[in-house]
């Protein structure tokens, strides 16, 4: 069963890029690596996906390696707004998406 | 996304009441869950269903029962509401690709006093 694994909590300032690293050792050959982003009592929101190498677009950047183990999201200029916990997803033996504790990045001004 | 709906956002119910959660969405997707989150944690699947006719128990099915009405309706019901149960409760809806990306609805926050 693929698992994810990323730091439980992260601190950034204003302006500075943010990456996270998230170790997935055990993904499927035709998985796909997903980030969400959660703010309280709100539902998770897709920030992006890939398969490998990189993938950019308008608010993040995903790095994957060649033997796909772990995936950097990077977030680059980060603002008080990206206060947020952020999952790193891969997709279980059922099809559905697992979910583990994400990190909570929290911004400081 | 507000193409996914929940109701109600918020419920206080007692002990051994049976609760009723539902979701609509008006993307077209032909998938639907229903996760539950407890504080300071991730999601945790429930049921899921991947048309009309396909019901799946996902992590923690059991004290829950689901009931897909129709392609956008997808309800989740709890037969005999307990204290643990209290949680925040999110559908979700997907496109049937290999990506699955998934749009989540607002929530339900439930407490079972």
């Known amino acids: 069963l693929a698992k994810t694994t990323q730091p439980i909590s992260m601190d950034s300032y204003e302006g500075q890029e943010v990456n996270i690293t998230c170790s997935h050792n055990?993904?499927?050959?035709?998985?796909?690596i997903t980030w969400y982003q959660q703010f309280p009592s709100q539902g998770p929101r897709f920030i992006i996906q890939g398969y490998k190498t990189k993938v950019t677009n308008e608010v993040a950047s995903l790095f994957i390696p060649a033997d796909r183990k772990s995936s950097t999201l990077s977030l680059p200029r980060v603002s008080l707004s990206d206060t947020a916990v952020y999952y790193c997803?891969?997709?279980?033996?059922?099809?559905?998406?697992?979910f583990g504790k994400g990190t909570k990045l929290s911004v400081k001004p | 996304d507000a193409d996914v709906t929940q109701t109600p956002r918020n419920r206080i119910t007692k002990t051994g009441k049976r609760i009723m959660l539902e979701c609509s969405q008006t993307k077209g997707h032909d998938r639907m869950y229903w996760y539950r989150q407890d504080p300071g944690l991730g999601l945790q699947l429930i049921y899921y269903?991947?048309?009309?006719?396909?019901?799946n128990k996902g992590e923690i099915s059991d004290g829950y029962s689901v009931s897909r009405q129709a392609q956008a309706k997808f309800s989740l019901s709890l037969e005999s509401a307990i204290p643990n149960q209290t949680a925040l409760y999110f559908c979700a809806t997907s496109e049937p690709t290999t990506s699955g990306r998934q749009f989540f609805g607002p929530g339900t926050r439930l407490t079972v006093l």
């Open positions: 055990n993904i499927a050959t035709n998985d796909y």
């Open positions: 269903s991947f048309d009309v006719k396909d019901i």
């Open positions: 997803l891969v997709r279980g033996s059922q099809g559905n998406l697992i």
